[in-house]
């Protein structure tokens, strides 16, 4: 990928359509190991959100993701952020509620049966080409995820980006100092090029890694994710 991807508006919808027909497991591997998802977390995620909400992607997935992006993982597992992973933010939100549509009306209510809800929020460290070379540097990320009890009327994940405001948190949980900068949470840029790879290192997946290949990739089943998704609040990594 060259200079004239950066900030193309339609490279979302194009990476979308690549991966129509892929399999969770699959888009999931490649959005943790492709260099141009590494270098762009953001644009990474909202793949991943736009598939959450077609239902391409499962809550294990989405935890899959956010637990094992190099750069997001350093946000939502960093110890500072353990409170949140079905913690002080599950709480808030079973206690205050979340505006969930009424089945078969466009009557909204407010939902108390929460599986589990993650907020993170922090700094990561990510590589990038630039004109004078390869650049290492420290950005800002933040994502919130709400999932909603098997009996509710609606069962989709609520996520978005939280890097300044929330979309989640301004529209689903009336937070009302909540209100996102779009362009400052915008998931659909790719705002970096990925570097090069160091001649005879170890490739990771690349631009032309085969559908076959990429959809042979396994989750890997950890304890955390299994946590998490049954709702139990985690005091330490």
């Not at 399999?23 to 260099?35: A, E, I, S």
């Not at 597992?77 to 549509?101: A, I, M, P, W």
């Not at 509710?152 to 405001?165: A, K, Y």
Request: charged share 25%; with cysteine.
């Amino acid at each position: 990928m060259t200079n004239d991807i950066l900030n193309e508006k339609d490279w979302h919808k194009k990476e979308m359509n690549h991966m129509k027909g892929w399999k969770g497991r699959g888009m999931v591997h490649w959005l943790t190991t492709n260099p141009t998802y590494v270098a762009n977390p953001g644009f990474a995620f909202g793949i991943v959100r736009k598939m959450a909400a077609k239902n391409k992607l499962d809550n294990k997935q989405i935890l899959h993701f956010l637990l094992t992006h190099p750069a997001w993982s350093q946000v939502t597992t960093h110890v500072d952020n353990r409170n949140n992973l079905n913690s002080l933010f599950l709480s808030y939100c079973r206690k205050e509620g979340v505006v969930t549509q009424k089945k078969n009306s466009k009557e909204t209510y407010l939902e108390h049966d929460i599986l589990f809800a993650i907020h993170a929020k922090g700094k990561a460290l990510v590589t990038h080409m630039t004109d004078a070379g390869v650049k290492t540097e420290e950005i800002v990320l933040g994502c919130d995820l709400v999932v909603r009890g098997k009996k509710t009327p609606d069962t989709r994940p609520l996520l978005s980006m939280n890097v300044e405001g929330s979309n989640v948190r301004y529209r689903f949980l009336r937070m009302e100092d909540e209100k996102p900068n779009m362009a400052a949470n915008n998931d659909k840029l790719i705002r970096r090029l990925a570097p090069p790879s160091p001649e005879g290192s170890e490739q990771g997946p690349s631009d032309t890694m085969t559908l076959a290949e990429s959809n042979n990739s396994k989750d890997d089943g950890s304890d955390l994710i299994s946590q998490l998704l049954a709702g139990e609040t985690l005091s330490n990594f």
